[in-house]
T-cell receptor
Framework: GAVVSQHPSWVICKSGTSVKIECRSL??????MFWYRQFPKQSLMLMAT?????????EQGVEKDKFLINHASLTLSTLTVTSAHPEDSSFYIC???????????????FGPGTRLTVT | GESVGLHLPTLSVQEGDNSIINCAYS??????FIWYKQESGKGPQFIID?????DKRQGQRVTVLLNKTVKHLSLQIAATQPGDSAVYFC???????????FGTGTLLAVQP
């Protein structure tokens, strides 16, 4: 159980175009999903917290108009990279918290990541 | 804290030896800590966690130690195997934010 999927697993796009990445919780419901970005040989950096039915909360320095997040249901959050540029090339990873577990620290389950390359 | 640098610290061990991976966390208010394993091109995989009211927790072949006085966390892997080769991250969070803050990571290379 507690599987999180991402689609696509990798994508190549041209500079100036937009790319949408999906994050799905397959066997549980998630009111909260998180989006991370990871550059090569570096750690995961939290970009934003995605809340079902409300606006995402972005970390300092992350442009909300460039990285559009939509959390339309308890099992799906999407990240759209708008007007992508080569510097946006990175590994994007989502995670989801299981609403059923409750408690102060519900475990986050991570997706397999999406490799974005902007040419 | 934020990740800095363009290379990961590397720990090289022989197969069968014990490995100790260290992590310094940043926020004294953090009350929950997790170790993740990340293989190349994949998402992080949960290994073991510990709450701040504990100083040691054991799992299968893994032990996490927490020293709140010096804000230090360690992961011990017994009888390291080639399949343990990966990047290991510690992460901290607190009930106030529930956001995970990842450490810089350590590359564990297991030599056969």
């Amino acid at each position: 159980g507690a599987v999180v999927s991402q689609h696509p697993s990798w994508v190549i796009c041209k500079s100036g175009t937009s790319v949408k990445i999906e994050c799905r919780s397959l066997d549980f419901q998630a009111t909260t999903m998180f989006w991370y970005r990871q550059f090569p040989k570096q750690s995961l950096m939290l970009m934003a917290t995605s809340n079902e039915g409300s606006k995402a909360t972005y970390e300092q320095g992350v442009e909300k108009d460039k990285f559009l997040i939509n959390h339309a249901s308890l099992t799906l959050s999407t990240l759209t990279v708008t007007s992508a540029h080569p510097e946006d090339s990175s590994f994007y990873i989502c995670s989801a918290r299981d609403v059923g577990l409750g408690g102060t620290h519900s475990e986050q389950y991570f997706g397999p990541g999406t490799r974005l390359t902007v040419t | 804290g934020e990740s800095v640098g363009l290379h990961l610290p590397t720990l090289s061990v022989q197969e069968g030896d014990n490995s100790i991976i260290n992590c310094a966390y940043s926020n004294s208010a953090s009350d929950y800590f997790i170790w993740y394993k990340q293989e190349s091109g994949k998402g992080p995989q949960f290994i073991i966690d510990i709450r701040s009211n504990m100083d040691k927790r054991q799992g299968q072949r893994v032990t996490v130690l927490l020293n709140k006085t010096v804000k230090h966390l360690s992961l011990q892997i017994a009888a390291t195997q080639p399949g343990d080769s990966a990047v290991y991250f510690c992460a901290e969070t607190s009930g106030a934010t529930n956001k995970l803050i990842f450490g810089t990571g350590t590359l564990l290379a297991v030599q056969p």
